[in-house]
């Protein structure tokens, strides 16, 4: 295999090169395109589109006689510009809603795109030879003059999102905006429409008719995870369109028996899971590494928090605690509490001696800084938003550890600098602490 690996990453063989690069144009072009059908929420177009491009191909062959790709392709063109007409046309002017005639549109052209190819198929056309590849792709059999023609394709689709990429953006996050500021939606999705129709039908020789879809939304929905920014979306959907295009003809090339079309949209949804999983900020890791990170935050404070509330009680300042006396109010176990205290003992912020918590003086200040916040909150809620001061407290203790030191200073002056909470209890500010 590893001898198979090599010889297929030195292109030494020209088939090897058409399919590579076929697939990667196709994939990248696709997901470009892709991207704005996605936030656009208009994912199942692209399946429709698809479906419906079938008859187009083989009404395309019926006319010509042949698979000439020019032909085919302006075949899937039509029917697929059609198919988005009539999902327009039932959605405005009858009570089917977007979604059920997309479906409808999608099954009716599907049939009879079948009922074509197997018109076609029973002819006895010699020239129909592989056409039933449309509904699952023929990545594998690409031809020079094919990835000429997807290449040609593909460069106009990218040429157009770059003429219209600010527009296409505010079209795709804000239609309604961008026809108040006077831009021309109606041809903007017109065009829209258009390149999507596009990679569609170029798309479709790699996947086929009915993984198109997958090749189309999966990209943008695996890059989402990555990023915010509409440039480096699309860039990164492009990147997983063509890695996914490589991943699929190198398999078909190790495993002859392994079609590449659906490979390729195994490794695009392995793409996408893996994105998921391990994006910064938005995978399932990253969250789990942040609510785990928030929870030690909110128990660091609220231990920090108890210290001062004890010693706010006692006749001393700075008394010493067991663990098991500080863990009482802090909805956690003994153990959490044990393993926090700890690591504030290496950050300097309390003591251990005798088999008691001392805190320190930094430590006396980060907590009474947290009774601070949630004391003002509270006074806030109650003055402002005129809250019983009984029902305040739950809601201070959840605001109190994301409050900002500039939401802090506002607070202050909102509140000119207030002396006691709702409760009457003294609010702690830094400069009146005990040394």
Not at 18 to 25: D, K, Q, Y
């Amino acid at each position: 295999m590893l001898d198979q690996i090599i010889q297929f990453f030195s292109f030494s063989d020209p088939n090897v090169r058409f399919v590579v690069s076929g697939t990667m144009i196709l994939g990248a072009g696709s997901a470009l395109v892709g991207v704005f059908s996605f936030l656009r929420k208009r994912s199942l177009v692209g399946d429709a589109i698809a479906h419906s491009i079938l008859p187009g191909i083989c009404l395309a062959f019926i006319v010509s006689g042949s698979k000439d790709p020019l032909w085919l392709l302006l075949g899937a063109i039509v029917t697929g510009w059609i198919s988005l007409i009539l999902i327009d046309l039932i959605t405005k002017h009858s009570k089917i809603k977007s979604d059920a005639a997309i479906g409808l549109v999608l099954s009716v052209f599907f049939g009879f795109g079948i009922l074509l190819l197997t018109s076609i198929q029973h002819s006895g056309n010699a020239a129909q030879s592989g056409l039933d590849k449309f509904l699952f792709g023929k990545a594998a059999s690409m031809q020079p003059d094919d990835v000429k023609i997807f290449g040609t394709v593909t460069f106009i689709l990218i040429l157009v999102v770059i003429a219209f990429f600010k527009e296409f953006k505010l079209l795709s996050f804000n239609a309604d905006y961008a026809a108040t500021i006077g831009l021309p939606v109606r041809f903007l999705e017109l065009t829209l429409s258009t390149i999507t129709v596009l990679a569609v039908a170029v798309g479709i020789q790699a996947v086929g008719v009915v993984l198109m879809a997958a090749l189309l939304i999966t990209p943008a929905a695996g890059a989402r995870f990555w990023t915010h920014n509409l440039f480096y979306l699309s860039v990164i959907a492009m990147f997983f369109g063509a890695v996914s295009g490589l991943i699929g003809s190198l398999v078909s090339f190790v495993a002859p028996a392994m079609p590449t079309g659906p490979w390729i949209v195994i490794a695009l949804t392995m793409l996408t899971l893996i994105s998921i999983l391990i994006a910064p900020g938005k995978g399932i890791l990253a969250r789990v590494f942040l609510q785990v990170r928030n929870q030690r935050k909110i128990l660091r404070e609220n231990i920090l928090k108890r210290f001062y509330h004890l010693s706010e009680n006692s006749a001393e300042s700075r008394n010493s605690y067991t663990s098991k006396k500080l863990s009482l109010d802090i909805k956690t176990n003994n153990k959490d509490v044990l393993g926090m205290l700890k690591k504030l003992r290496r950050d300097k912020l309390v003591l251990h001696q005798d088999n008691e918590w001392l805190i320190t003086d930094e430590g006396f200040r980060a907590g009474a800084r947290i009774v601070k916040l949630h004391r003002l909150w509270e006074l806030y809620l109650n003055t402002k938003l005129r809250m019983p001061a009984d029902h305040v407290h739950n809601d201070a203790e959840a605001i109190e550890h994301i409050i900002t030191p500039e939401i802090e200073a506002m607070l202050e002056m909102e509140l000119q600098h207030p002396e006691l909470d709702p409760h009457s209890r003294k609010i702690p500010y830094e400069k009146n602490l005990k040394p």
